[in-house]
């Protein structure tokens, strides 16, 4: 029995309950003998029955500092029943068997039901309230609007009041329901409709505002997000019935939707400890710092204690928030922005020879495959030549690690983005074995919640109000998260010992249009009823699935369970010639898709060629799609000097 000192309070008010009420039936504290005797038999009688009724139904088994109006309806209950048989038990019972010589008279017994119930009830209502002013004495500190005083609303009441954790104070309802207006639900009154939130935000100080209407429309909840968004707070969505039904999610569960809901497997977690002994105390370059990977690579690395950390990137806005993000972050820390385009060859042998970086970190490139279909030479100069640029000004400058972000899209590529991450990556192995550095690649697949990926695009069309547009219902992809992502590729540069490509165990592929249906219904709203899911076709260059290996590489195990370790055979020698041919012929030629394709398909055997060919080239030019010798000698001597290697390297 869980409230055994209720039991005994109990025990102790009952007792002298029946006493009580005599006395004040015969107005005299000495009543007489045999009334006394009736209420001493009355008691040994009534007391196990009325202790009996009570704990067969819940009365000591309940926690009674979290009970709702479920409990108190049992309470009830039982109190009736308890009153029903004991007055039996007084009236009847006692004389009956002999145990007295009268009875107790009726307006005592029934005086004892109904104090016996109070009586009951008082302690447990005592430790009811008890624990509400604790909590509402912690406070809190966010002061929040509740949109929909229904079912779910009250649940979120309920929760604020009895949880503690959410640290929110309700202000107050809205809710278009007329019959629902000044009314109080849960001691907290319905302020106005939905179109009343900017003025009551305005003179409440309401922080954010929460949408309590599982079941409305989509249009509804847009009012409500429209309203909010106008008076410049943030909203959050209880879930729906079936997902709490279900346990999928609870009422104390509520807060924004977050990228890792969206993995149908557990977040990795990787020990950085090795980490830190390559990036402590040293000085550590990242380039694309600005980007969604990038700028998580400067803030996990600038945690581990680096004592100068250089951010590139040719992005001006980006630079700058990133940088002041880490001078906020660690105003110690000596952070070094600069603005450079990696494409430039001699601005980065100066700006490297200058540093001499302990680390580099290469997360600059192009990454959207439909646009690099459109934009082939930017591709190559960018993702193949500026990668080459890079690693050659690290080699330059003296850097022993490097480490190469790459992508699943470069594994038998369909795509001019995949097939030129494909030739980064010989690029950055043909290095480590030709100067033996401990430079490596890391492959992983699309990440969740980076600029341009999909999950910004899907809630950005589902705040528009749809429709969510997919290419394919059979498009799958693996997925990782911004953390997951960069853990890896940190975790690369402690783990590698030189020319590796290294993998992450992403688990499954996941179908994006499941993907969008959990976005849809995070948000609070229903595929086919509020939006419309509609599918546009492949897009050039997309595959329906991707790959993170090829069937022949070889594969061996790390010391971490999700990340992988492939070796491939040494480069061919003409390699670097072939990739600088390429890079050459794409600057002299940019607008000969099909050239430019046919020298990446002499590189990259498995790419695609047919396949990523789905849009008509804007212009084919026969004869620079041969590239002969010559004009590729032509070429070279009309190329700027910044294009290549210094010609003594």
Known sequence: MRNRHLALIDVVLLSALPFALVALRFETLEPPQAVVQAANAYIVLAMPVRLAVFYWLGAYSTLWRYASVVELQRLVFAGAASGILTFIIGAVVIKGTGLAETRLPYSTLINDAVFAAILIAAPRLALRVFARSERLARGGTKRVLIAGAGFAGQAILREMHIGGRLNMIPVGFVDDDAAKQRHHLGGVQVLGTISSIPDLVSSLGVDEVIIAMPGAGGAVVRRVLQEAQEAGVPTRTVPGMFDLISGR???????????????????????????????????????????????????????????????????????????????????????????????????????????????????????????????????????????????????????????????????????????????????????????????????FGNVLGSRGSVVPTFLKQIEDGGPVTITHPDMKRYFMTIPEAVQLVLQAGALCSGGELFVLDMGTQVKIVELARDLIRLSGLEEGRDIDIVYTGIRPGEKLYEEVLFGDEDVRATNHPKIMRTVTAAPDGALATRIESLVRFAVLAPDDRVGIRKMMRDLVPDFALDGAEQAPPRRVSGEAASAPAAAQAAAARRLSPHLGRPAEK
């Open 249 to 443: 999610v609870e009422v104390r569960s509520l807060r924004k939707v977050e990228i890792q809901d969206l993995l149908r497997r557990d977040a990795i977690q990787t020990d950085l400890s090795g980490v830190r002994e390559l990036v402590s105390d040293r000085t550590v370059l990242v380039t694309g710092a600005g980007g969604s990977i990038g700028s998580e690579l400067a803030r996990q690395i600038s945690d581990l204690g680096p004592s100068r950390l250089v951010l590139l990137d040719h992005s001006e806005n980006q630079m700058f928030d990133i940088d002041n993000e880490l001078r906020a972050r660690h105003p110690q820390l000596d952070v070094v922005p600069l603005i450079a385009d990696i494409r430039d060859a001699g601005r980065l042998h100066a700006l490297f020879s200058g540093i001499k970086p302990h680390a580099v970190f290469h997360a600059a490139a192009h990454k959207h495959v439909p646009l690099m279909e459109q934009n082939l030479i930017e591709a190559v100069t960018n993702n193949i030549l500026g990668t080459r640029n890079t690693v050659d000004a690290a080699l330059d400058a003296g850097t022993p690690h490097f480490v190469l972000i790459s992508t699943d899209k470069a594994v038998r590529p369909t795509s001019i983005m995949g097939a030129s991450k494909r030739i980064a990556e010989y690029i950055v192995h043909m290095a480590a074995v030709a100067e033996n550095r401990h430079y490596v690649s890391v492959r």
